[in-house]
Nanobody
């Protein structure tokens, strides 16, 4: 099992940047594929980005391409989401998620077994 704790959320003006972090417990972090999702009230959890365990491949939702960057530091058991040029529609609770690496990445929330508690990102226009 792995436990995930997100941080780095907050309020920012449109056009600004934030970096989210997700720290995982345990010594097996490198065996998990990691992802970021987001959710607004009344909507399903939405895929944002994912990264394989060795960082050799990253995947993005169309809404995140060119603005967001997912990365990981296996030595620090941490995955990051750098978010630039933020828009008001990026406002959401952001969650990190983990799944066993041999399964690859998934773009749906049901594909991930482990979740953090979420961190609020609010972008004001």
């Amino acid at each position: 099992q792995v436990q995930l704790v997100e941080s780095g959320g907050g309020m920012v003006q449109a056009g600004g940047s934030l970096r989210l972090s997700c720290e995982a417990s345990g010594r097996t972090f490198s065996t998990y594929a990691m992802a970021w999702f987001r959710q607004v009230p009344g909507k399903e959890r939405e895929f944002v980005a994912a990264i394989r365990r060795t960082s050799d491949s990253t995947y993005y939702a169309d809404s995140a391409k060119g603005r967001f960057t997912i990365s990981r530091d296996n030595a620090k058991n941490t995955v990051y989401l750098q978010m630039n040029t933020l828009k008001s529609e990026d406002t959401a609770v952001y969650y990190c998620a983990a799944r066993s690496a041999p399964l690859g990445i998934a773009r749906v929330a049901s594909g991930y077994a482990y979740w953090g508690q979420g961190t609020q990102v609010t972008v004001s226009s």
